[in-house]
């Protein structure tokens, strides 16, 4: 009777709310004559798709409750009383409405949640679906149960049903006591009765409680815990771009429009469903963000003694969450992380747990929030070793704990490895077996230098039609880098392992472009592969077998082959006739590359580089201008040698 007459009453007072809850989520009605873009097959059955997803990826981890929104740890799933959890430790619940993933049901885990309950889309979840989780996770106090902790976030429609849930619970005997979490610094605290909203900093709350549930501390000490960290931990959030929930018929456009003056506006202080904040503003910088957020944060501060200080103060220890609210990107993340971080210790705080991620997010709200809680008071080094308890909750991200020492490690670089030129080489280079190769090879380098250079113009137009016109420029500077290197004698012509060594720098240093790169790698390779060098010393064979090499690494580094109207249509058939000739016949060479350079001019199908974009018609008639700097080379080298 007792309990029928509770349920009477308190089902007045959902009829009741389901008014002002209805009223508190109104969402802005600024939006775009656009509709919303999302993976959703339908808004009706998206938390059942939901959670159909989350079972899929843990199925060993989670568990739902039958014939409700709730998802339970899977040691709940005994139907052996005296095995059931509740009787170790006492069972922690929280929730919420769906789209703030992974809050809740990702935290549930060893040494945090027991279960989630999900409502619908930012909508409080029911309270028969409360109730339920309490029933299955909770045993009654005669039964040998521990007691349940609902930790609830501060929001009208969360208050009311799960305390509903929890006076229903009690009044069947089972031990159930509730924390609120109203951590948002945005809400003037003299602003009505509501109260600050419970943000990021609720999942604080999840951890520490769930920390000392698994310890086996007792109802009361949990909730003691849960209402310490919940006193202390302060949050505040901002945005660039407002949510748009699935289902909406138009994007949400509020924060898309310009100030008089054309700038950008962000938000400070906006909740996490998407409700105004505190002030709009012109876009600001990163640093600026943070300096303004932990301004408000620091100004809200927290109640001690019936008094208002600030919420940290210099020298002491914090934990920092600084939470993606659903549309950040992870570069973004990190660099707010450091303006936040680098200012709290510039104000001469110890930052020992940085968090970053995705904890509390509101679907594709491009904005993050950032949670503090300093590590002193009552917040004592066994709190923290409650905090630190390792989880397996999906959800969470555990932090690097940086504790002893004035810096980071991470702070301290790792010396770079300098190794200065020559250095790696033998010790004794392969002697080299080419007659009079440094005379020989001084002269024919200028000579091809020179050729190539004074090709630009017909480079140029070749590259203008198939390709984007800078190939003749791009062999000009690297052509001229190699005379004047000849010049200085900062090129050496002592051995050729140190000349394709030094080649490679002079194009590495001058050309640029995807041409000076595959160049680059080819010097290299030949040198490195004539260092190899076995028997006597270099041979002409060598050189040639080098040349080949080089070729080959072109191709695998590059991505093209022989046939793709690249450089290496010239290059294959020049290295294939000249290990033909062991290395001898440099005249064969240079007619295979020519015919291989010629031949792309008939080629209507390019496979690499900026001619790839270009159709048959356009290719047809004009050879590829790589290829064509190729036969060049190769022609002045026989011209040379002749």
């Not at 909508?123 to 349940?148: D, F, M, N």
């Not at 429609?157 to 929890?166: P, S």
């Not at 290990?579 to 209507?604: C, E, F, N, V, Y």
Request: hydrophobic share 40%.
């Amino acid at each position: 009777m007792k309990v029928a007459t509770l349920r009477s009453a308190v089902y007045l007072l959902v009829l009741f709310h389901q008014g002002i809850l209805c009223s508190s989520l109104a969402l802005p009605s600024s939006s775009i004559d656009m509709k919303p873009k999302k993976f959703i097959n339908s808004a009706d059955n998206a938390v059942d798709e939901f959670i159909s997803g989350l079972l899929l990826q843990y199925p060993n981890h989670l568990r739902k409750l039958a014939n409700h929104h709730v998802i339970l740890h899977s040691s709940f799933a005994t139907s052996n009383k005296d095995a059931h959890p509740n009787k170790a430790r006492v069972s922690l619940l929280s929730g919420g409405g769906s789209g703030h993933e992974p809050s809740h049901a990702g935290f549930v885990g060893e040494n945090m949640l027991s279960g989630a309950i999900l409502g619908g889309i930012f909508a409080s979840p029911s309270v028969s679906s409360i109730l339920a989780a309490i029933r299955a996770s909770t045993l009654p106090s005669s039964e040998g149960g521990k007691g349940c902790l609902l930790i609830v976030k501060n929001y009208t429609g969360d208050r009311l049903n799960f305390g509903i849930a929890c006076e229903l619970a009690n009044a069947e005997g089972r031990l159930v006591k509730m924390v609120v979490v109203a951590d948002d610094c945005a809400i003037e605290r003299k602003k009505g009765i509501t109260g600050a909203r419970g943000v990021a900093g609720t999942v604080f709350v999840h951890k520490a409680a769930g920390g000392a549930a698994g310890k086996g501390m007792d109802l009361d000490e949990v909730t003691k815990i849960a209402e310490t960290v919940s006193k202390r931990v302060g949050s505040l959030g901002c945005a660039l771009n407002t949510v748009t929930i699935p289902g909406a018929d138009k994007v949400n456009d509020r924060l898309s429009k310009a100030d008089d003056a054309g700038e950008p506006m962000m938000e400070i202080g906006l909740g996490i469903h998407g409700e105004a904040g505190k002030k709009q503003c012109p876009l600001m910088s990163c640093d600026d963000i943070a300096k303004e957020m932990l301004s408000i944060i620091q100004t809200y501060g927290r109640e001690v003694d019936s008094k208002i200080v600030p919420l940290y103060n210099p020298s002491d220890e914090l934990i920092v969450l600084v939470n993606n609210l659903g549309g950040t990107s992870n570069f973004e993340m990190s660099l707010l992380t450091r303006s936040l971080v680098t200012q709290l210790e510039a104000a001469g705080c110890k930052a020992t747990r940085v968090l970053v991620g995705s904890f509390m997010t509101s679907f594709d709200m491009q904005g993050a929030s950032v949670s503090i809680l300093p590590c002193t008071g009552d917040i004592t080094k066994d709190v923290l070793g409650l905090f630190d308890a390792s989880t397996d909750a999906p959800g969470w991200l555990a932090a690097d704990v940086w504790n002893d020492g004035e810096s980071r490690p991470s702070a301290s670089e790792i010396d770079e490895v300098v190794v200065e030129k020559g250095a790696g080489a033998a010790e004794q280079l392969p002697p080299v077996l080419v007659k009079d190769y440094s005379t020989v090879v001084q002269k024919v380098l200028a000579q091809c230098a020179q050729a190539l250079s004074d090709a630009e113009p017909t480079l140029t137009e070749y590259d203008t039609i198939v390709g984007d016109g800078d190939c003749g420029i791009t062999m000009q500077r690297g052509a001229k880098e190699v005379l004047s290197r000849l010049e200085s004698k900062t090129l050496r012509v002592d051995n050729p392992v140190n000349t394709f060594a030094d080649l490679a720098d002079a194009v590495s240093a001058s050309m640029g472009g995807s041409s000076g790169i595959l160049l680059e790698l080819m010097f290299r390779k030949m040198s490195t592969s004539l260092q190899s060098v076995s028997g006597d010393g270099i041979t002409p064979k060598d050189m040639a077998v080098a040349f080949r090499n080089g070729c080959e690494a072109v191709s695998f580094y590059g991505g093209a082959q022989e046939g793709s109207r690249t450089m290496l249509d010239a290059m294959f058939p020049a290295s294939a006739a000249m290990l033909a000739g062991d290395g001898a016949d440099i005249p064969a060479s240079a007619t295979a590359a020519q015919k291989g350079a010629d031949a792309t001019a008939a080629m209507t199908n390019a496979e690499a580089g900026r001619s790839n974009y270009l159709s048959e018609e356009v290719l047809m008639g004009t050879p590829d201008p790589g290829a064509v700097a190729v036969a060049l080379v190769l022609g002045t080298l026989a011209k040379a040698f002749a």
